[in-house]
């Protein structure tokens, strides 16, 4: 087959090789003939000397097609690498040798082709499904030559714990087996059939090609066959040798990884990450099993290639030379000046305010349904410390909280962060879907849960040891297959929790994985270290003026949880916290009422409901308003009429709408006062830049804000960073509260931190000459017209002015650089169908867009804007996008 025309295939890489077995399975002497995909002579021909060799090892049943794309990117004059991607022994293009060869076999195997190819190094192993094994069986024994170690959806290590994936159940039933995987060609159909796109046509028939007939899908059958399902198993001897061998290996390690893959899920992946702690990570959402094929994946390799002298581990807060050889951190960074976020509970307990309430929650009825004092708070984070430390919570352990905000959530997160443990939070505003998504990435050990949350585990799959908040009745606990509770816990830890570290040992371990809303694409898992949550919590006071005695109203679970880290007594408000708009201004003021508030944060779809029954107030109610004086608001841009309305039922308090993210919060800062003088220069034309977009401010507390420019393609490459007034461009931060990485999405966090030092927030925007940052909308929703980039926020607030207009969104249809300008409109009351706007309303529509510098082409109407869970005030440009393109089109406009 030398030579043959495999789509995206060189015919000048394939080549055959005869190699002298030395296999316990082969006769002496035996020779056998591989098939290879080799770039290495068509290099050479051009001139090129490769940085090193890449050895791609497929799995089963695939064969070296699947490396194709890292073939001709080796190619590339710009980076060239030689690449090897094999074909094994009875598989592929390869000789069929008739005999059943186990794991230490093609391991073996794959040491004499080296051997006869000469091969030297640097040496970076590629592997995937089985060929991952042996690629890494393969590393180990030849770490003289090894630079790195490419992993693609693998495992190494089956817990004697848990069933092999059913697919592979059912592939090894005697019942199945046989035809399954040989006489037929279903296991062959069914792997492809994996792909998520579908593979094209003509690919299908690639990977069809070599296994067409019985005789030539024997090693298929022999491959899922030689599966050690367990201890007893013939190649459970190699495998295991393997895995622990992993626990030594040095060199730089790649894996990319599709989530959606029903044999080689996330538990795999986790227990990689287990055994090669300093490896980059990448988890590509959507992808499954053919990730290679789901995904472009030699960008990113190429792209670890080039820095794996630097190489670090992507997903862990440290450097290779703050690693020790067990692969934990090293403390590098010291304790001096460092204060946990924990720091205050304890001074509040031990002080006169002890007695005090530290943390309250509201029932319906307006009372204080459960409180805690600050010595009660710090006592109970303290057993329950204890409790979680003997149920085998430790430094390092990954704990999702599905707690509501109040007193069990406030406890169970203190106490996991005392003991070390990463907690990981990922609210049900992110919907069922979102949710599952989030917690199976992040792979938790242990998940705290109430009922609710945990029956989703028992149905959907979660992994982690599970614990549920109150005591269960028997039968209620083996069905949701609950260990223990919370209540438990801290009964059994109770008094022994007093001689705890009151620090952490080093302030750059994670502390914390928080999810972002998801308004932008699928939840992105953000981790902290202990540091930089004490860091957010010193930017917030020091902003904001918060300091521990202040009285804290938390309407959004963020700042519930940061309330007792800032010393400040917190109360939740009767209202579900993951959908804001069920704040109510009554519940709003009995909560205020209840610890005579200082303090109120809400987002502004919160705030919305509160002004709209507003009517519900009492005297009382209004009068705990009164005492307010302070009113942050975020998660979305807050209009000054919003605000201005706010005012006259807060009348004392002084209304901030900080602008931030996960990655960063807060990152700049405006009052309302402010924001009518911001508005004041955009209508006057006196300040240089002032207009087309949300006035933010400027940078809170020890944060650094700049730009990197637009190009006229809606890009902002480079890393020119700028703060020069009028240049629009990628807003990035630097502070010591932005986040270390993002946890497992090694490219995401590539592309976001390309400047050192600094966080791309993926927002465009720019700076007036009074030095205020104006936000014009995210930057994958800039809109590429004929006439030059058009960012959406300006256009989207001059038409939210009008009359009868709710929300407003400005979206590109067609292709890039020829865009035409869609404003889609929620109007007052709602539209009962989606569709074209009215004549009347497109014409006011249309003139409010070109007074703020760009030409609608179209207006479009909905019931209702498409907006995030959590905030339930992020609308989604990028579906309305498909939507508007859609009843363009002439299609049924349907609902966005």
Known sequence: MVGANWPGVDPDWSRTVEVRSTSAVDAPGTNRHWHLLDNGAQLARRGLVPAGTLLCVHGNPTWSYLWRTLLAAGSDATHPWRAIAVDQLDMGYSERTDTFRRLADRINDLGDLTDELGLAGPVVTVGHDWGGVISLGWALAHQDQLAGVV?????????????????????????????????????????????????????????????????RRAGVGNFVADIPVDASHPSYAALSGVAEGLRGLKVPALMLWGPRDPIFSDRYLKDLIG?????????????????????????????????????????????????NDD????????????????????????????????????????????????????????????????TGVESGSRVSLMVPPGVDLAVALYACLRLGAVVVVADAGLGTEGLSRAVKGATPD??????????????????????????????????????????????????????????????????????????????????????????????????FGIRPGARLVAGFAPFALLGPALGAVSVTPAMDVTAPRTLTARALADAAAAIDATVVFASPAALRNVLATRDGLNGAGQKALDGVELLLSAGAPVPEPLLAEVQRLLPRASLHTPYGMTEALPVTD?????????????????????????????????????????????????????????????????????????DRLWLTQEESADVPGWHRTGDVGHFDAAGRLW??????????????????????????????????????????????????????????????????????????ARKAGVEVSAILVVPAQPTDIRHNAKIDRTRLSRWATRVLAGGRPGKP
């Not at 990570?281 to 670890?304: K, N, S």
């Not at 820095?307 to 030379?321: F, I, K, L, V």
């Not at 509201?362 to 204890?386: E, I, K």
């Not at 945990?454 to 949701?480: E, H, K, N, Q, Y």
């Open 151 to 215: 992993l693609t959806n693998t495992a190494v290590h089956q817990p004697s714990d848990a069933q092999i994936p059913s697919a592979l159940r059912l592939a090894l039933h005697p019942a199945v087996h046989g035809w399954g995987t040989t006489t037929s060609d279903a296991f062959l159909r069914v792997t492809h059939s994996l792909a998520k796109p579908a593979l094209s046509l003509d690919v299908r028939k690639a990977y069809m090609a070599p296994y067409r007939g019985v005789r």
């Open 275 to 323: 055994r090669l702690p300093h490896a980059k990570v990448h988890r590509f959402e959507g992808a499954g099993h053919l990730v290679a094929e789901d995904r472009d994946i030699a960008t990113p390799v190429f792209q670890w290639l080039a820095a794996r002298g630097n190489a670090s581990d992507g997903d862990s807060p440290t450097t290779e030379t703050t690693i």
């Open 327 to 390: 692969g934990r951190p090293r403390d590098a960074s010291g304790l001096a000046g460092f204060r946990p976020l924990w720091h205050l509970l304890a001074e509040q307990a031990s002080g006169p305010t002890g007695e005090d309430t530290a943390v309250a929650e509201m029932a319906p009825d307006g009372t204080v349904s459960r409180s805690l004092s600050w010595q009660q708070l710090d006592r109970n984070v303290l057993d329950l410390a204890a409790g979680l430390q003997e």
């Open 446 to 543: 242990f998940i705290i849960g109430i009922d609710k949350a945990l029956a989703a585990a028992s149905v959907l799959g979660w992994p982690g040891r599970r614990i549920s908040v109150r005591d269960l009745p028997a039968t209620r606990r083996r069905a949701l297959r609950v260990e223990t509770s919370l209540a438990a816990l801290a009964r059994q830890g109770s008094g022994r929790g007093s001689g705890m570290p009151t620090h952490v040992s080093d302030p750059a371990l994670p502390a914390a994985v928080l999810f972002t809303s998801g308004s932008t694409g699928p939840a992105k898992g953000v981790l902290y270290t202990h540091k930089q949550l004490s860091a957010m919590r010193d930017t917030v006071a020091e902003t």
């Open 670 to 742: 405006i009052s309302l006062e402010q924001i009518q003088a911001a508005d004041a220069d955009r209508t006057a034309g006196t300040v240089r830049g002032a207009g087309n977009g949300v006035c933010v401010g400027i940078s809170v507390h020890g944060a650094r804000i700049a730009v990197v420019p637009l190009k006229p393609d809606g890009t902002a490459p480079g890393s020119r960073l700028v703060t020069e007034a009028g240049v629009t461009g990628e807003i990035a931060v630097s502070a010591a509260h932005v986040k270390e990485a993002y």
């Open 775 to 848: 936000v014009e909308g995210r930057l994958a929703h800039v809109v590429t017209a004929p006439g030059g980039v058009v960012t959406p926020v300006g256009a989207e607030q001059a038409i939210e002015r009008l009359d009868g207009v709710r929300m407003a969104a400005v979206a590109g249809v067609g292709p890039a650089g020829t865009q035409a300008v869609v404003a889609v409109v929620e109007t007052v009351p709602p539209a009962r169908n989606a569709g074209p706007a009215a004549p009347e309303l497109a014409g006011r529509v249309r003139d409010a």
